[in-house]
């Protein structure tokens, strides 16, 4: 079984510019997740689906971050513009049902390093 | 807030050595805990998990017993080898049902021969 595919795995950019990251989660998984990882740091959440539906995106920075997965399944996050602090790895994940008991596997992708010069 | 505090690393161990790596969670609830991996170059892969207290985790030699008396969640193997090279992370769910993982910092392991 494919796991999480991620696209592309480094992207390298000038400040201001835009950028869009794709993850195509685990077939049959209805909860899609995106975290970002600084260096040295773990995993926060950006961002979770349930199918179409974006259920937490309080941590999303929404004035240049945006995010879609349109017919919950593959999504797209997009930074525009970037900044020099937007360099870090960006993470998808998917479990199958996030509403679950809480005790939903998580299972991620390897991510895209973006470095914005 | 929901929060996990591991060891900081790095740790740098002798292959065949016994492995303790320290994570406690805050107490609000009974959340599911978790231990992710990360080799160099890979993405995160969920290495053992428990969902209630007591119960135990295990996977590729690695344990981890979900204490709650304590608060804690330690990643233990008794016999490292130098392929256990790797990033070690400890997770907690977050409350509230919003079924975000909440991780630690990670702890950087380097096994030597």
């Known amino acids: 079984e494919a796991g999480v595919v991620q696209s592309p795995r480094y992207k390298i950019i000038e400040k201001k510019q835009p950028v869009a990251f794709w993850c195509n989660p685990i077939?049959?998984?209805?909860?899609l997740y995106w975290y970002l990882q600084n260096l040295g740091q773990g995993p926060e959440l950006l961002i979770r689906?349930?199918?179409?539906?974006?259920?937490?995106d309080s941590q999303l920075p929404k004035d240049r971050f945006s995010a879609e997965r349109l017919k919950g399944v593959d999504s797209t996050l997009k930074i525009q513009p970037a900044e020099l602090g937007d360099s870090a790895v960006y993470l998808c994940?998917?479990?199958?049902?996030?509403?679950?008991?809480?005790?939903?596997?998580?299972?991620f992708g390897p991510g895209t390093r973006l470095t914005v010069l | 807030g929901d929060s996990v505090t591991q060891m900081e690393g790095p740790v740098t161990l002798s292959e065949e050595a016994f492995l303790t790596i320290n994570c406690t969670y805050t107490a609000t609830g009974y959340p599911s805990l978790f231990w992710y991996v990360q080799y160099p170059g890979e993405g995160l892969q969920l290495l053992l998990k428990?969902?209630?207290?007591?119960d135990k985790g295990s996977n590729k030699g690695f344990e981890a017993t979900y204490r709650k008396e304590t608060t804690s969640f330690h990643l233990e193997k008794g016999s490292v080898q130098v392929s256990d090279s790797a990033v070690y992370f400890c997770a907690r769910l977050s409350q509230g049902g919003s079924e975000k993982l909440v991780f630690g910092k990670g702890t950087k392991l380097t096994v030597n021969p």
């Open positions: 689906y349930e199918n179409e539906e974006a259920v937490d």
């Open positions: 077939s049959g998984h209805n909860t």
């Open positions: 994940a998917s479990s199958l049902n996030g509403r679950a008991v809480g005790t939903d596997t998580q299972y």
């Open positions: 428990a969902t209630k207290a007591d």
